[in-house]
C-alpha cells in the first residue's frame, strides 16, 4: 500500500463520517483495507438508528474476527475519522487487526468537546495506545482532522472556530 492510497483511504474514512452525519448520527467513519490496500469493508457510525455501541471501529473488528483468517486480520490496517475508543480499541486488539490510521485524535475530541461546554463522555478518553499498546498506530492528519472537526460542529450545531 502506497502513501497515496493511504490517504485516499483516510478520505474515504471521512466521507463516511459524513455519511453517517447526513443519517442523524455521529460523524464517525472507518475503512477495513488489506495489505495491498483493497477495500474489505466499510462502517459508519449508527449510534442513534441502531443503539449506543455502533462504532464503526467496534462493527469492523467483530466482522474481521467473523469472516478473516488470522493472517489477514493481522495484515489488514483500518483507517478512521476518529481515533478508536477504548471500546473500539479493545475490540481492535481481540479481533488481532494490524495498523490503526487515524484522522482525528480522541485528545483533539475531547478538547473540541471542552470547548462547546459538553459534558465528558462515560468512558474515558485514553488513547490506542494506552489500551491496545501492540497496535501501531499513526495519526492525526492535520487537514482531514479539520474537515473532521467541522462535521462535529455541525452534528453539535455550533459554529466552526477554524477558518476555512
Ligand atoms: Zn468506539
Same mark, same amino acid.
Given at each position: 500500500?502506497?502513501?497515496?492510497?493511504? @490517504?485516499?483511504?483516510?478520505?474515504?474514512?471521512?466521507?463516511? &463520517? *459524513?455519511?453517517? #452525519?447526513?443519517?442523524?448520527?455521529?460523524?464517525?467513519?472507518?475503512?477495513?483495507?488489506?495489505?495491498?490496500?483493497?477495500?474489505?469493508?466499510?462502517?459508519?457510525?449508527?449510534?442513534?438508528?441502531?443503539?449506543?455501541?455502533?462504532?464503526? /471501529? #467496534? /462493527?469492523?473488528?467483530?466482522?474481521?474476527?467473523?469472516?478473516?483468517? &488470522?493472517?489477514?486480520?493481522?495484515?489488514?490496517?483500518?483507517?478512521?475519522?476518529?481515533? @478508536?475508543?477504548?471500546?473500539?480499541? &479493545?475490540?481492535?486488539?481481540?479481533?488481532?487487526?494490524?495498523?490503526?490510521?487515524?484522522?482525528? $485524535? $480522541?485528545?483533539?475530541?475531547a478538547a473540541?468537546?471542552k *470547548?462547546?461546554? %459538553?459534558?465528558?463522555?462515560?468512558?474515558?478518553? %485514553?488513547?490506542?495506545?494506552?489500551?491496545?499498546?501492540?497496535?501501531?498506530?499513526?495519526?492525526?492528519?492535520?487537514? %482531514?482532522?479539520?474537515?473532521?472537526?467541522?462535521?462535529?460542529?455541525?452534528?453539535?450545531?455550533?459554529? $466552526? $472556530?477554524?477558518?476555512?
Amino acid at each position: 500500500m502506497n502513501t497515496t492510497q493511504r @490517504h485516499q483511504l483516510l478520505q474515504r474514512a471521512v466521507a463516511l &463520517a *459524513e455519511q453517517a #452525519f447526513e443519517a442523524g448520527d455521529e460523524p464517525f467513519g472507518s475503512v477495513l483495507a488489506d495489505a495491498q490496500g483493497v477495500v474489505l469493508r466499510e462502517a459508519r457510525n449508527r449510534i442513534n438508528s441502531v443503539d449506543a455501541t455502533q462504532h464503526p /471501529e #467496534f /462493527e469492523l473488528a467483530r466482522w474481521a474476527a467473523q469472516h478473516l483468517d &488470522a493472517e489477514t486480520r493481522r495484515t489488514a490496517t483500518v483507517f478512521t475519522s476518529g481515533e @478508536h475508543c477504548p471500546m473500539c480499541a &479493545a475490540a481492535h486488539a481481540w479481533a488481532g487487526l494490524g495498523p490503526i490510521v487515524y484522522a482525528s $485524535s $480522541s485528545k483533539q475530541l475531547a478538547a473540541w468537546h471542552k *470547548e462547546w461546554g %459538553l459534558e465528558s463522555p462515560p468512558v474515558a478518553p %485514553l488513547t490506542i495506545d494506552q489500551v491496545a499498546p501492540k497496535v501501531s498506530v499513526s495519526g492525526p492528519d492535520e487537514a %482531514l482532522a479539520r474537515a473532521v472537526y467541522k462535521l462535529h460542529c455541525r452534528y453539535r450545531g455550533v459554529a $466552526s $472556530s477554524m477558518s476555512d
